[in-house]
């Protein structure tokens, strides 16, 4: 429910607030996708603890699934050099390692210690290497710039503030389980995932928005996270 309605908010958006054809599919993106597995976990750890942190490991699986599947086709909407090819994005490696964790998970299949070691050691880098391709993006835009751009606050202030409000109100009809409505609220409120840098310079997407959008709003999520916070309380 929570990506259905981030998917249908995703359509207005753009139109909302008036952007050009080319940044058209990276703002659906970034309004559909958030940081949950970077920050998201975190914020939920601290303040819900184990209980809201369960939730949030399972808010995460239709999140890698469809990053990889919604989130590319969104990035490359009106690019014929990057068509989208829904084979080609079945066998992708993320696609592949999700289906097989759900599998291992369900059939309770444990690896061996010195795999899980490798694997572990292997996606520990994942997070630096995203934070040093956003660094390498950051060279190419004027953070001056990006840092006067109204536009962006807007977009900013809409998807870390309003968002999260509106998915607290409109599944709170739906979902009984206050603990669980707390942690799709606050994981709406997380600043744009610095995957929207690394798909949209794999998948020739928009960088320049992307990393603009990912910057501030990671800088704006350290007033408005306690904000969405303080609410839900």
Do not use: C, H, W
């Not at 006067?148 to 900013?156: C, I, K, N, S």
């Amino acid at each position: 429910m929570v990506y259905l309605f981030t998917f249908l908010m995703s359509l207005l958006t753009p139109k909302i607030f008036r952007v050009s054809a080319d940044e058209v599919g990276i703002m659906q993106f970034l309004t559909v996708f958030s940081n949950i597995g970077f920050m998201g976990f975190a914020v939920i750890d601290s303040i819900f603890g184990g209980g809201g942190l369960f939730y949030a490991s399972i808010y995460n699986i239709p999140n890698g699934l469809l990053i990889f599947s919604l989130g590319i086709y969104l990035l490359t909407k009106g690019r014929t050099e990057n068509k989208f090819n829904f084979r080609k994005l079945l066998f992708m490696p993320a696609n592949i390692a999700a289906i097989l964790s759900l599998i291992f998970f369900l059939f309770d299949i444990t690896l061996p210690s010195t795999i899980l070691a490798t694997a572990s050691n292997i996606g520990n880098i994942t997070t630096p290497l995203a934070m040093i391709l956003i660094g390498m993006a950051m060279v190419n835009i004027n953070i001056k710039k990006a840092l006067t751009d109204v536009r962006m606050y807007l977009f900013g202030f809409f998807r870390l503030l309003i968002f999260p409000v509106l998915v607290y109100f409109v599944l709170a009809n739906i979902v009984t389980n206050d603990l669980m409505l707390g942690v799709f609220a606050l994981m709406a409120s997380m600043p744009g995932p610095s995957m929207a840098v690394t798909l949209s310079t794999q998948y020739g997407g928009n960088v320049e928005f992307a990393t603009k959008y990912v910057f501030l709003s990671t800088v704006l999520s350290v007033v408005t996270i306690p904000i969405i916070s303080l609410l839900l309380n």
